[in-house]
């Protein structure tokens, strides 16, 4: 099931507007404050299954309230929102207890995937979290097609959207096939927050599905 009870802790008003019409389309309706001080009321008199939380508020930093909202309500699960998405931002979120970190401007289906990562409608059938990322990726296809011998396939972009203990999610413009083998290669830096990923995946391609100019994968760890 989807969470009864939701926070959304952002000044933006934009990015208020955004979240609470895709969560109004899922019959989710959240409560809605601006500041640090309104955000602690609210836990201290409620009890959230999700909080959405931005990192720089008009009276207080989001990361530094982390702590303070765990320890007052330590089911409550927090989403860190900001564009300050640096490795760095990233380690201090999740350290500091954060179950994912949404990197502003985020699409629907990010907002989506947090609702399934965190709730999902069935529980048994993920036991794994799956966190949310924009992380750059450089692909290789192994064993290619022979249609695709004149093809540079050892260097392609890519960018991990998410990643559990058993597989990842990737948007690449190369259009992967159902059943190929990738091996993929974590940018400096990016690994170790995720506690994850080696610097090198090797995975197969479960799903693909095209998405604007470019698609979407799902893959699947290789032993």
């Given at each position: 099931?989807?969470?009864e009870?939701l ?5 933006d008003s934009l990015?208020?507007?955004?979240l ?9 309706v959240?409560?809605v404050?601006?500041?640090?001080t ?9 009890s959230?299954?999700l ?6 508020l008009p009276?207080?930093n989001g990361?530094?309230l ?5 320890r007052?309500s330590?089911?409550s ?5 900001s564009?300050?998405a640096?490795?760095q931002t990233?380690?201090r979120?999740?350290?500091?207890g954060?179950f994912q ?6 699409e629907r ?12 409608r069935d529980?048994?059938?993920?036991k ?8 750059p ?7 290619p097609?022979?249609?695709e011998?004149?093809?540079d396939?050892?260097?392609?972009r ?9 597989g990842?999610?990737?948007r ?24 994850l ?11 693909v599905?095209p ?11 290789l032993?």
């Amino acid at each position: 099931m989807y969470p009864e009870k939701l926070l959304i802790v952002d000044n933006d008003s934009l990015i208020c507007w955004a979240l609470q019409r895709e969560l109004l389309s899922l019959n989710i309706v959240p409560c809605v404050v601006e500041t640090a001080t309104d955000t602690l009321v609210e836990v201290r008199n409620n009890s959230y299954d999700l909080i959405f939380l931005d990192i720089h508020l008009p009276d207080g930093n989001g990361i530094e309230l982390l702590e303070e909202i765990n320890r007052i309500s330590p089911d409550s699960k927090i989403v860190i929102m900001s564009s300050d998405a640096t490795p760095q931002t990233r380690l201090r979120a999740y350290a500091g207890g954060a179950f994912q970190f949404l990197e502003k401007p985020f699409e629907r289906d990010e907002i989506h995937n947090v609702l399934r990562s965190a709730f999902g409608r069935d529980p048994q059938r993920r036991k794994h979290p799956r966190f949310l990322c924009r992380i750059p990726l450089r692909l290789s296809i192994v064993a290619p097609a022979p249609e695709e011998a004149d093809c540079d396939l050892d260097n392609l972009r890519a960018t991990l959207a998410d990643v559990g203990a058993g597989g990842l999610r990737l948007r690449t413009e190369y259009p992967l096939r159902e059943g190929q083998s990738i091996r993929a290669r974590v940018a400096a830096g990016y690994a170790p927050i995720l506690d994850l990923l080696p610097p090198q995946i090797q995975a197969e391609v479960v799903w693909v599905a095209p998405v604007k100019d470019c698609v979407t994968a799902g893959l699947k760890f290789l032993n």
